[in-house]
């Protein structure tokens, strides 16, 4: 017995031992990524700063220059730099892409498609008329939206206001506007996918269940608002923003949501995998960045499928669907 209690209390030390020697090299490594990570985002930042700065006065005498331009006429500043610039850089970017959808050139683009076999070419008349959709949306829905953005954000400040944002506040807007917008989002789609609200508004937009970059915006006009508008104008409104920094929000949200929509996997972009599953299977993948997907669950299936395996940055040539295939259908 008395071996016994030697032996259980040697043991017991080992563990004890053990386990705390665990927890300090577990706090050593934390630690030292935590530090890594500070010293890194500082050195980041300092640099992206310094250069912001350099440019900086560049910028403020660009800005100030359009100022004494629109002098009285503010409002046409704002105008164009929340529809006009976003718009652009949408309908620029998109007609790439349409290119490829319409005729399947270049290879060097078609080969990443994520759906292989759909679309290709893209059907003719379901496309014209979801452009038609698209633009109805961009100049007849989000117009009066704007619109009264401006007095709401003349509450907070003058977005027109003649000093530009530093770069380290544009960082902080941007970080605020993409948490607001994934809350948003996520629970004003999800709720759009509530059997009496998807049969009457989003089921237009899962029309195409392999999706392309234009489509993005090819929504029920309740939809465009709740879904789209919404949630990228209230980040804008909380920050009390400056023009330069909506209008750099606004392009950036466009070009985002084409990239998710595109239907290809391309290198050195960020993954559409994610939310080209959820126009696949409509049940899973609600969210933009997938943590409230994480946080509710809704991404579990998407989590045991090929697609979330290839959902990485693609930093080589090699297509996805070729270095992580599909598993070999079964046959009967």
């Known amino acids: 017995m008395v071996m016994l209690s030697g032996e259980n209390a040697r043991t017991r030390l080992w563990l004890e031992g053990h386990t705390w020697g665990s927890m300090r090299r577990t706090a050593f490594i934390l630690g030292s990524g935590l530090l890594l990570l500070v010293a890194f985002w500082n050195s980041a930042t300092w640099h992206l700063q310094r250069f912001w700065g ?3 006065y560049f910028w403020q005498a660009q800005w100030e220059r359009l100022l004494s331009t629109f002098e009285g006429k503010e409002w046409t500043l704002y105008i164009i730099g929340v529809t006009q610039v976003p718009n652009l850089l949408f309908w620029s970017f998109n007609g790439l892409l349409l290119a490829v959808d319409t005729t399947g050139k270049p290879h060097f683009i078609s080969r990443y498609r ?6 290709e070419p ?5 496309l014209r008329q979801s452009i038609r959709t698209v633009l109805f949306n961009q100049w007849v829905i989000s117009p009066p939206m704007l619109v009264l953005l401006y007095p709401i954000l003349k509450l907070w400040g003058d977005p027109c206001r003649r000093e530009l ?15 607001i917008e994934e809350v948003l989002f996520y629970y004003s789609h999800r709720l759009l996918h509530h059997p009496t609200f998807y049969r009457k ?7 195409w269940t392999a999706p392309i970059g234009v489509i993005s915006l090819y929504a029920h006009p309740i939809e465009h608002v709740v879904s789209n508008m919404l949630p990228v104008m209230v980040g804008p409104i909380v920050m009390g923003s400056h023009l330069s920094s909506i209008t750099m929000w606004f392009s950036l949200a466009l070009i985002i949501t084409t990239i998710s929509h595109c239907g290809y996997h391309l290198p050195f972009l960020p993954s559409p995998e994610f ?4 126009h696949l299977k409509f049940n899973q993948c609600y969210g933009v960045l997938g943590v409230l997907d994480h946080l509710h669950g809704t991404d579990t299936v998407f989590k045991q499928t090929k697609a979330y395996e290839r959902h990485i940055l693609l930093l080589g040539f090699t297509p996805l669907s070729e270095s992580i295939p599909d598993a070999p259908k079964k046959t009967e």
């Open 122 to 126: 893209v059907d003719a008349e379901k």
């Open 201 to 207: 508004i989003h089921k237009k937009h899962h029309e």
């Open 275 to 278: 939310h080209d599953y959820h």
């Open 165 to 179: 944002p530093t770069f380290r506040w544009f960082l902080l807007e941007l970080a605020v506007f993409t948490l």
């Open 54 to 56: 350099a440019s900086g």
């Open 114 to 119: 994520i759906q292989v076999g759909k679309n």
